[in-house]
């Protein structure tokens, strides 16, 4: 084991998704030094789909990044309701959604923040905290190298854990995952499609909702479809101990699974990269302890319902640099802040990401009835200026949380 300690305002970001490169990105802008450490031997390619709301978008064009992200919204989409039989009928598109949210991929959103780093900031593969000691005017932090086993105890000013859902930075400090996660009782299953759905164009967007269960198409412009399976459980743990596949094929049985919904599940099993794992929340009283703080899904996980995932892992990392500048000699002045500021908005996220599973995956037959009521009063060229109408003040989504 090695030793090191380094004077200055050294911060360790743990995970290098979206939150931890957007985090790195605005510290070294207000004057910090960043070790980026990543558990994965490399960078992630590919990835699932992205809505960016307002926003994101908001933080994305201050931190420099937006235009390299892109949209890949093709101005043609369509959206179909479908059923097993692939009886069809028009469905809403998400140019009826309030916000009008750039469609992007992971690596879209990832690639742009990686991009915008400066070369010298230090990114280390295959290393994961094993030990935290976060008292005093710093943080004593231990890694380990996953292939070597090397271990290596360094001081830091700072730690910020964005290292996901099941954050190794929160259990070291904080607690069990037990104590943090809310389970929503559902499975999730994403993955990138081969070829279009058949007998549909490439900017096509399907769902089939059933109740309990659905499958969700999401189209891009120049690029293949994303498919998003949905669907309830009694039991999490036994999803994991068959492969994800059969898990999934025996939640859409045992009704025949007709010409589209077969198509899915056939290229999902076929995927390169997939996701596939339960919904959990995480709710925590604090998102700080000392000189450690965590941030994204390892702090608030919105759950892919919410689509606001992206969106508040670069505003919170955004926020996060404002409040250490607005404080530069009192870190522990500048993380109340920031969690003062940031805390009832990601609360207000969580409760409409409870209200989006039942249009994604309606629970039961009620919700089965009055989403499809939705579906129509959103898609029908008569009643859309109605809905535009009733929606027009929700605008959670469009909310520039850094700037208010």
Request: charged share 25%.
């Given at each position: ?330 870190v522990g002045r500048a993380l109340v802040a920031w969690e003062e500021k940031l805390r009832p908005f990601i609360t207000s996220l969580q409760a409409d990401g409870l209200r989006m599973r039942a249009l994604f995956t309606p629970s039961g037959e009620a919700q089965r009835i009055l989403r499809a009521a939705f579906v129509r009063l959103a898609s029908s060229p008569v009643t859309r200026p109605i809905f535009r109408r009733l929606t027009i003040n929700d605008q959670l989504k469009m909310r520039d949380i850094v700037a208010q």
């Amino acid at each position: 084991m090695t030793t090191s300690a380094t004077h200055g305002r050294r911060v360790l970001i743990v995970g290098l998704g979206i939150a931890g490169i957007a985090t790195a990105l605005r510290l070294h802008r207000a004057g910090w030094e960043p070790v980026i450490i990543e558990r994965a031997p490399e960078r992630r390619n590919g990835g699932y789909f992205i809505a960016l709301f307002g926003t994101g978008q908001a933080s994305a064009k201050r931190l420099g990044v937006l235009e390299a992200m892109g949209n890949r919204k093709h101005p043609q989409t369509k959206t179909y309701e479908v059923d097993r039989a692939n009886r069809r009928r028009k469905g809403m598109t998400f140019a009826d959604v309030p916000g009008e949210p750039r469609m992007l991929l992971r690596g879209d959103v990832e690639n742009a923040l990686f991009n915008a780093l400066p070369e010298r900031v230090e990114i280390r593969f295959s290393t994961v905290p094993t030990g935290m000691d976060p008292g005093g005017r710093g943080v004593d932090v231990t890694t380990t190298h996953t292939k070597t086993g090397e271990t290596v105890t360094e001081h830091f000013d700072l730690v910020v854990g964005a290292d996901g859902m099941r954050s190794t930075v929160r259990k070291l400090v904080f607690g069990p995952h037990e104590d943090f996660l809310y389970p929503l009782n559902y499975m999730i299953g994403a993955a990138i499609l081969s070829e279009p759905v058949r007998g549909y164009h490439l900017h096509d967007g399907l769902v089939l909702a059933e109740t309990g269960r659905s499958a969700w198409v999401f189209p891009f412009a120049g690029h293949n479809p994303g498919v998003l399976f949905s669907y309830h459980v009694d039991d999490i743990d036994a999803q994991f101990r068959r492969p994800p596949i059969e898990s999934m094929r025996r939640a859409y049985g045992p009704e025949p699974e007709g010409p589209v919904l077969r198509q899915l599940l056939d290229d999902f099993a076929a995927a390169d990269e997939y996701l596939f794992d339960s919904v959990n929340q995480v709710r925590m009283n604090r998102w700080h302890k000392g000189r450690v703080v965590l941030v994204g899904d390892a702090a608030w996980c919105l759950t892919l319902y919410s689509g606001m995932g992206a969106s508040t892992g670069m505003a919170g990392s955004e926020l996060l640099g404002n409040m250490l500048e607005k404080y530069p000699d009192d870190v522990g002045r500048a993380l109340v802040a920031w969690e003062e500021k940031l805390r009832p908005f990601i609360t207000s996220l969580q409760a409409d990401g409870l209200r989006m599973r039942a249009l994604f995956t309606p629970s039961g037959e009620a919700q089965r009835i009055l989403r499809a009521a939705f579906v129509r009063l959103a898609s029908s060229p008569v009643t859309r200026p109605i809905f535009r109408r009733l929606t027009i003040n929700d605008q959670l989504k469009m909310r520039d949380i850094v700037a208010q």
